[in-house]
């Protein structure tokens, strides 16, 4: 660990037991003038750690089934950092599975990291690894939708380069052709239907302008930080493998909700089948192509969602679906198609998420821009006071303004001036982790 990490961890460690000790003090008075809020006890799997002290990984159920042979190893990920591993609440820093008190036993599931959350209230209802590193394949797709799908006209027609067509053999593709002519529209079809990697190059030329693909790949990096995604790294707009490209199942979340709040990307979403049309000047019929996410056809309140594969990264999936007015979220990563396939799982989380009561919580889906004007049911159960590692810019001054009414004490006084002067600079350092990753190998498997 080098001496600049070490200094930074320290400092923010510093920064956040002085951010909590000017809470504790400006809460003391009322707790003491008011009946005490009712404190929920955490069950093992969301007791968050303590200094000097490791909390218990609670093991995530798995079915009895062996790895298939050739599987290749995990890329070496980056150096965790305790403060990206407690965004959204410090009980979603585990590498074991987090579920609400309570709450039944979620679905056993090849997948190395899951997470189910409520696309709406941004709750999250459980989780195994939320924030443990994974590779994405296709499911980064959702990103490049995130990044680039409100900046194109989708009824513009745009024509095809041989830079659009330079995918790796045998990846998946939808069969554009160099010269060809299409709508935008038709490029998110083949991209959210056939996870078309000539599409994605496509779309992320055409996002980037003057930059062209490289342009948009630094889009998503910066739009994934926008949206409190802080683990999701990207090095291709396909999710083609590449060196240091990685995500989480909490990050996916985050991306996959700004995706459903587009009613377009929505509807190329439930689409079951669109034609590719003719290219009658390159003397090609048109073809048609279906979606290859089978949740939309068995599962009644489907949202629709994406599918990806490569032989590095295995299986990864989003899944939404709505039922008695409530639209959950499920995403995975790391999984294998055998006993069940990724929609299949993803189907057996959302079942799981929609048997859980409303107010069901173990963390939060934070805001964009760190615009967080609530915290978690949990949160309101315990009734913490002040912002800790993985508040957002507006808790310090909703602090301030919940502190600043009649009969405001020196001591309550001091302790918003701590918390104001604290925060920025603890939330700065929390947004400028630079993640160091290992030499990769060099191999890049296919996505779909």
Request: glycine share 12%; net charge positive; charged share 20%.
């Amino acid at each position: 660990m080098s001496f600049r990490s070490t200094t930074r961890r320290r400092v923010v460690a510093s920064l956040t037991a002085v951010v909590a000790l000017g809470a504790t003090a400006l809460t003391g008075p009322a707790a003491a003038a008011g009946p005490a809020a009712a404190v929920r006890p955490a069950t093992a799997a969301e007791k968050p750690a303590v200094a000097g002290h490791k909390a218990a990984t609670v093991p995530c159920p798995k079915p009895d089934v062996k790895p298939p042979p050739g599987r290749p190893p995990r890329p070496t990920p980056p150096e965790d950092d305790p403060v990206l591993r407690a965004v959204g609440g410090d009980a979603l820093a585990t590498d074991g599975l987090v579920v609400p008190r309570g709450a039944p036993r979620p679905p056993a599931l090849t997948a190395t990291s899951w997470l189910v959350a409520d696309l709406d209230t941004g709750e999250v209802l459980g989780g195994c690894g939320p924030h443990v590193y994974g590779t994405p394949a296709s499911v980064q797709k959702m990103l490049l939708a995130a990044t680039v799908m409100d900046k194109l006209d989708p009824k513009k027609t745009i024509t095809v380069t041989d830079g659009d067509l330079a995918i790796e053999p045998g990846s998946s593709a939808v069969g554009l052709l160099k010269g060809g002519k299409y709508t935008i529209a038709t490029l998110w079809l083949g991209l959210l239907l056939n996870s078309g990697n000539e599409a994605a190059n496509a779309l992320a030329r055409l996002g980037g302008g003057k930059g062209g693909v490289p342009a948009t790949v630094a889009a998503m990096n910066a739009e994934a930080k926008r949206l409190g995604a802080y683990q999701t790294h990207a090095v291709t707009p396909s999710g083609l493998d590449g060196p240091g490209q990685f995500t989480s199942a909490y990050d996916l979340a985050l991306i996959a909700r700004k995706c459903f709040a587009n009613a377009d990307f929505r509807k190329y979403a439930l689409t079951r089948a669109t034609q590719i049309p003719a290219q009658k000047h390159l003397k090609k019929g048109g073809f048609q192509i279906q979606n290859e996410n089978k949740l939309i056809f068995n599962y009644p309140g489907a949202l629709g969602g994406k599918t990806g594969f490569t032989q590095l990264a295995r299986h990864s999936y989003v899944g939404a679906a709505q039922r008695d007015g409530r639209r959950l979220v499920a995403t995975l990563l790391g999984a294998e198609a055998s006993p069940l396939r990724g929609w299949q799982q993803g189907a057996a989380l959302l079942d799981w998420g929609f048997s859980l009561p409303k107010e069901a919580s173990v963390g939060k889906l934070v805001e964009p821009d760190g615009a967080d004007a609530k915290g978690t049911a949990a949160d309101t159960e315990a009734a913490p006071a002040g912002p800790g590692p993985g508040s957002t810019r507006k808790a310090a001054p909703t602090a301030a303004r919940a502190a600043s009414g009649p009969g405001l004490s020196l001591g309550a006084a001091a302790a918003i001036a701590v918390i104001l002067a604290a925060t920025p600079l603890l939330l700065l350092l929390t947004q400028r982790r630079r993640h160091r990753v290992r030499r990769r190998p060099r191999s890049r498997p296919q996505a779909s």
